[in-house]
């Protein structure tokens, strides 16, 4: 594939821009695949990439009902962070953290990954408590975060209100090497690098049915035909629970939307990502000039990507206490997603109870951040039978109650 380049795009300046390839093939599905990968969003196509990349596994193809990144991987907020508190995620979170910082040119695609700050404010005493102890975790394990102080963080942000009559800012959570990237670059730019390792990417392919016998998993059913397989990997997010339907098992995982909204554009008025959990709202600005808005799920269980104008009314309303400027803004676009939540807030990167079939999910309201690290460590699993990273994460965890509970870190924080 040609590379992205200064000398490239003067090259095709000089001859009309005609010489581009597509990013991604478009092929028919052949009638059989070494590994199926059912969802094309971030997670799916990570998987897909590292397979290729680090096992040399390319008979693989992705299959998406939708268009590729459609899914929650194309509707985030993009907030990038590890600071999480128990080992095993801080290790998946900053490992991703870690791939993030060269992916654009490890992909030769401007993912946009802006290394900003995220900020986690404490405006209660528990929640201060909370955060020191996160810190402390964090320094023992190496990853770099601190606590700031109220006086620090106006600087970090001048547009904050930390003398607020309700919820005052008492302190944060500061990782300086956290921040964001663009989404939709993320699954573009793992897309073409994995179709130039010559795995086939198929949109408006929806998979209908999963095949098995006595020894395991045989192939699936799409909207296209049936597809042989001797691995198949669901990596569908929200419709985790549908999948596993299909498959014949069932996963300890709820489905809720998840929304966000972005303002219309300004002038830059703040460089960083500001979380408050305790009103439920964060906060940045994108590179537009929108302040992207977000808060807590919804509190019911369904499968509409649809925002409402309560959940913008109860996020912004939360959030004017601390940041009055916002108060004057027009909002500009809403939209919602589908997550899919763990008990324990953290994820299945898994073996299942079929043999041939695994399964990645439960990111909830946080697996962008994780993108490039679960796809690693997915792509391990499914081409060693094991992975070190993914071990801790595997669905045995839930009978055996070896619960990684990051319901702390995982609140409101994405
Ligand atoms: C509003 C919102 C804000 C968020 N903010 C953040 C944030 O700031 N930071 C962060 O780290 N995370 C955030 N998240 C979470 C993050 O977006 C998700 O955890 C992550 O994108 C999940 O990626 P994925 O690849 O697993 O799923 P998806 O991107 O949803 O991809 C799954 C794909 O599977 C496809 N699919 C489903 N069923 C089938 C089928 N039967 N056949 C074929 N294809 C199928 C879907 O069409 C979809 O494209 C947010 C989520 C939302 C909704």
Known sequence: MKRYSAFAIAKEALGYHVGWER??????PKPEYEVVIVGAGGHGLATAYYLAKNHGITNVVVLEKGWLGGGNTGRNTTIIRSNYLQDPSAEIFELSRRLYEDLSQKLNFNIMFSPRGVLMLAQTEHELRAWERTAHANRLFGIESEMVTPERIKRIVPIINIEGPRYPVLGGLWQARGGTARHDAVAWGYARAASDLGVDIIQQCEVTGIDRDEHGVTGVRTSRGAIRCK??????????????DMAGFRLPVESVPLQALVSEPIKPCIDCVVMANTVHGYMSQSDKGELVIGGGADGYNAYTQRGSFQHVE??????????????????????GGIVDMTGDRSPIISKTPVPGIFINCGWGTGGFKAIPGSGWAMAGLVAKGEDP???PFSLDRFTEGRMIDESVAAAVAH
């Open 23 to 28: 990013a991604w093939g478009n092929p028919e």
């Open 314 to 335: 109860e996020t912004v309303r939360a959030l004017t206490e601390t940041f009055p400027m916002i108060s004057r803004l027009r909002m500009l676009r809403q939209w």
């Open 231 to 244: 691995k198949l990997c669901i990596v569908v997010a929200g419709h985790s629970g549908v999948l596993a």
């Open 389 to 391: 990273v993914a071990g």
